[in-house]
């Protein structure tokens, strides 16, 4: 389900272009973005990877998807709560949906190890159905050089 | 005719090309699949997907902000 390489059309003899996207902050909105980019990735073809690390990798936490704070403005909460209104009045899509939709298509979700360690998070602590891969940064070096879209959120 | 009809009006970015690519994987090739919504930078973006992925762009049509998009698989 989660992999379908088979079923790109761009060309089937080529391997598809790939984005990899390092996500470094646990922001909740530039979780956002780098959710936009990668189902956006997705979509239009190419096989995408997130490498959630340090603060990002918070996110991936039992029930801490939404938890995150706003970047700017946060306003111990209340800014987040604008900006959650707002997001709602535009019909935004949940993070929840965004993280459904990019499994749904293939996406690919690398927790960093080191980062595990220095937080001293387990993999009991994780939500271990988001994760296909445990790595450092060898394993995100091994995605990246061959991708075409390399971020750093 | 569609085989397959999608309905993202009222959805914004990222939402309709998602779906759209959701629906294409479910539909066998040759089959076509309608989207409808009313996200304008979508109505754009969707063409583009289209030729990324090596599909048919049947036809666009809009009217009163409510676009259709149909695409062969």
Redesign the interface.
């Known amino acids: 389900m989660n992999n379908?390489k088979g079923?790109?059309?761009?060309?089937e003899t080529k391997k598809a272009d790939k984005a990899t996207i390092i996500v470094h902050s646990g922001d909740m909105d530039k979780i956002y973005s780098a959710l936009?980019v990668a189902?956006?990735a997705?979509?239009?073809?190419m096989e995408a990877s997130l490498y959630f690390t340090f603060w990002g990798l918070q996110r991936l936490q039992k029930g801490g998807l939404e938890k995150g704070p706003l970047s700017k403005m946060h306003f111990i909460g209340l800014g987040k709560s604008m900006i959650k209104s707002r997001m709602k009045k535009?019909?935004?899509?949940s993070l929840e949906h965004?993280f459904k939709?990019f499994k749904?298509?293939g996406g690919k979700v690398i927790a960093c190890e080191m980062t595990m360690e220095i937080m001293g998070v387990s993999k009991e602590d994780l939500d271990q159905d988001l994760i296909d891969e445990y790595g450092a940064v060898g394993t995100y070096i091994h995605e990246a050089r061959d991708s075409k879209i390399t971020l750093f959120i | 005719m569609a085989d397959m009809k999608v309905d993202v009006k009222?959805?914004?970015?990222?939402?309709p090309?998602?779906e759209?690519?959701?629906a294409i994987?479910k539909v066998a090739p040759g089959e076509i699949v309608e989207v409808i919504g009313t996200h304008p930078a979508s109505k754009k973006e969707i063409p583009?997907?289209v030729e990324?992925?090596?599909?048919e762009l049947v036809d666009i049509e809009e009217t009163d902000g409510v676009w259709r998009i149909r695409i062969r698989?």
């Open positions: 379908y079923d790109n059309m761009v060309d936009i189902n956006g997705l979509s239009m073809g535009a019909n935004v899509a965004l939709d749904e298509l | 009222g959805e914004t970015c990222p939402v090309l998602v759209m690519r959701k994987r583009m997907a990324a992925l090596g599909l698989k």
